[in-house]
């Protein structure tokens, strides 16, 4: 009976671990939650007590207006200045603790790809500013990429160098940027945004020091936490006017790194006006050849002529570096210009006015020309500009104030205003 029994508990026990292997593939339940795409979370009962898909669009679109009307608030919020010649220095910490799985596939898998993706949308709402990326690794801080206005450039080198050991350094990671951000003229604002895996630093002197050199420098720094706060990292951030933050997931990650596109507000005892001398160089002909300044090195066709100093640059956004005039395009300048004069927030179309027969409603967008109307040709969501009155859709209202920065409405009744002056 004895042995019986045994070969009962040890089969039971087999065939737990065989139900196990088969749901969670001999995973830890926390592992299993990231694992499935727990798809069940994503349905809700309606009125009728049937089941339906969550609209995320609309959820997603009520956030960011919620965080459109709380940027456009602030006091005094149309007479901020903000800098728009930023130089941003991304430190990554690659220490041992950055291996670490809570963030799928790893804390340094997770910040690579929204590293990259912060790359490209930092150059596309700054073109005129430069991004450089350091990394922390056993206890030493490395120079990735100089400042530069090339993503790819940056992106390459990133995805070649993911490698974690060792601890992690705060002190000879600000000291390093401080040597280079210490450099920029005084008319370029000067950032450091920290992505910080650990839960310690091993520091060689004292820390307190380097955060009141980078105070004096006029250096803001922002960190990103991926593990519990830290106090160090709260006060760098309190002393140097940055934000500190602490990612509860991954899409907490992305929103938070993305919140530091846009420029910030200028601090107010550092806002001070330059006149800045700024070239526009010629594209060179396709066949000529030249040494680029860049890499010091004969390139047949392409690049840019310096208007001062006629020296062979390869890439704008840049600094010339024979003469140091800054060299930009138009469109990058005219890119940069819709920061001062951000679009008003639109305002959403009440329930009340779409289902009232005495307002008739238009049934489209004005700026995409798609139906406005939900399922059972049911008045949707739907939002109209303050000045122009045109209503739009969530993806237009998104699409208008984060990439176009234009109105359409207003633009074409400014177009068919000035079409009349000129027929009269």
């Known amino acids: 009976m004895k042995n019986g029994n045994e070969r009962r508990l040890n089969g039971e026990a087999e065939d737990d671990g065989d139900e196990d292997d088969i749901n969670g593939g001999g995973l830890e339940a926390w592992e299993r939650a990231y694992a499935d795409e727990r798809s069940w979370e994503s349905l809700q009962e309606d009125e009728s007590g049937l089941l339906r898909s969550i609209d995320n669009k609309a959820i997603y679109h009520a956030q960011y207006r919620r965080r459109l009307r709380a940027l456009s608030s602030t006091p005094d919020a149309a007479r901020i200045q903000k800098g728009l010649i930023r130089y941003l220095y991304i430190v990554i910490d690659l220490s041992r603790a950055a291996s670490e799985m809570d963030f799928r596939p790893s804390r340094m898998g997770m910040i ?9 949308e930092f150059f596309d709402q700054n073109p005129l500013s ?14 990735l990429t100089d400042l530069g206005g090339s993503p790819e450039s940056h992106v390459k080198a990133l995805m070649g160098k993911l490698e974690c050991s060792g601890e992690s350094s705060l002190q000879n990671a600000l000291e390093l940027v401080h040597g280079y951000l210490n450099q920029i003229p005084s008319y370029g604002h000067r950032e450091v945004l920290i992505l910080y895996s650990a839960l310690s630093t091993c520091d060689p002197g004292d820390i307190m020091e380097t955060i009141q050199k980078c105070k004096m420098s006029k250096i803001r720094c922002s960190v990103i936490g991926l593990s519990a706060e830290m106090y160090i990292c709260k006060h760098l951030c309190q002393e140097t006017g940055g934000s500190y933050s602490v990612a509860l997931d991954e899409p907490h990650f992305k929103e938070l790194i993305l919140e530091h596109a846009p420029p910030p507000p200028a601090i107010a005892e550092y806002a001070t006006a330059n006149l800045i001398k700024m070239g526009f160089p010629q594209r060179a002909a396709e066949g000529s050849i030249a040494i680029c300044s860049c890499h010091k090195e004969a390139k047949v066709g392409g690049g840019y002529t310096c208007p001062r100093c006629k020296s062979r640059v390869c890439e704008l956004p840049t600094e010339c570096c024979i003469c140091g005039l800054t060299l930009i395009s138009s469109p990058h300048l005219a890119r940069s210009y819709h920061h001062l004069f951000p ?25 995409c020309q ?9 008045p949707g969501l739907s939002v109209t500009c303050p000045k122009c009155k045109q209503h739009f859709c969530l993806e237009c209202d998104i699409y208008i104030h984060e990439s176009l920065h234009n109105c359409p409405g207003c633009e074409s009744f400014q177009h068919s205003k000035s079409v009349t002056i000129a027929e009269e």
Do not use: M, W, Y
């Not at 350091?134 to 490395?142: A, E, L, R, Y």
């Not at 798609?370 to 049911?378: A, D, K, S, V, Y």
């Open 130 to 143: 430069q991004v450089g990326l350091v990394t922390i690794k056993d206890g030493i801080s490395h120079c």
């Open 370 to 378: 798609q139906t406005l109307l939900g399922p059972g040709n049911q």
């Open 343 to 367: 679009i008003v927030p639109f305002d959403e179309v009440s329930p009340s006015l779409q289902i009232d027969p005495r307002h008739k409603l238009p049934s489209t967008c004005f700026g």
């Open 112 to 120: 690579a790809k929204h590293v990259e993706a912060f790359i490209r």
